[in-house]
């Protein structure tokens, strides 16, 4: 302690660390044996944090190391950490215990949803007049694709190259030049902003993550998650 009984840096930098250590732990169901370098790549698999945290934590893990295992003078640790330090691992241990989930972190929406047999001329006054370029496509309780800009211009396309006409009347028709790649992915409205991050710059890139109450195709829609809410949610983590 100092003079004023504040905790000094190393305290206040070793609680954090041993909050961290203790929680994944505890979330992993790790051994003992265990190492910690081990359970921070188990919680980057498991969208608990990201990399860059990761690294700083494996950083941490030797200053920890330094502290307290360091020669001490006048009942000092050797090592001191910066003031910005013990902000960084603190702020890891409060995403850690305590995840903002995606919901938290965007503004309230009410998903555009179409069906099948809706005309087609519905979602191109959509894209026409707002910034939504994709919308999710159900036939009655079940989704059965993603309509993208993309293929509504595979769409237009292909059917303008027979008769220079658009033939297609129904979304179901344009429907049919979607790609694999445009898909959604759905998740539960427990959907941490990191899972919902890790899933949307994974190896699949999806056009789009869904929300609804747990993840199952034939649910209702609670939010469309895009690349514009990509952002916002790295903005706010990064400046939580």
Same mark, same amino acid.
């Given at each position: ?10 305290? +206040? ?10 929680? +994944? ?8 044996? @265990?190492?910690?370098? !081990?359970?921070?790549? $188990? ?47 603190? &702020? ?17 929406? &009410? ?5 099948? @047999? @809706? ?10 007049? *707002? ?7 159900? $036939? ?7 309509? *993208? ?5 595979? !769409?237009?396309?292909?059917? +303008? &190259? ?10 179901? @028709? ?32 999806? !056009? ?10 034939? $649910? ?15 903005? &706010?983590?990064?400046?939580?």
């Amino acid at each position: 302690m100092t003079a004023n009984h504040e905790p000094d840096r190393a305290t +206040l930098f070793l609680a954090a660390f041993n909050d961290i250590e203790a929680f +994944l732990r505890t979330q992993l169901k790790a051994e003992l044996s @265990d190492s910690f370098r !081990w359970m921070v790549g $188990q919680a980057v698999k498991r969208h608990l944090i990201n990399e860059p945290q990761a690294e700083s934590l494996r950083a941490f893990a030797e200053l920890r190391n330094a502290i307290s295992h360091g020669t001490y003078h006048d009942n000092l640790p050797i090592a001191d950490p910066r003031p910005d330090t013990v902000a960084e691992i603190e &702020k890891i241990r409060s995403t850690l215990l305590n995840p903002p989930l995606a919901l938290e972190l965007l503004p309230a929406q &009410k998903p555009l949803i179409f069906k099948l @047999d @809706d005309h087609i001329s519905a979602v191109l006054e959509v894209v026409r007049t *707002t910034f939504i370029s994709q919308v999710p496509i159900y $036939q009655g309780s079940e989704y059965v694709g993603l309509l *993208t800009t993309n293929t509504i211009a595979r !769409w237009i396309a292909a059917d +303008l &190259k027979d008769n220079a006409k658009l033939d297609a009347r129904i979304i179901k @028709d344009v429907l049919e030049y979607a790609e694999h790649s445009d898909a959604a992915v759905f998740l539960p409205r427990t959907a941490t902003a990191q899972e919902v991050i890790d899933t949307m710059t994974g190896p699949d890139l999806p !056009w789009s993550v869904i929300i609804n109450e747990a993840g199952k195709k034939h $649910q209702k829609p609670l939010r469309l998650i895009t690349g514009w809410d990509l952002r916002i949610m790295l903005d &706010k983590l990064e400046n939580s």
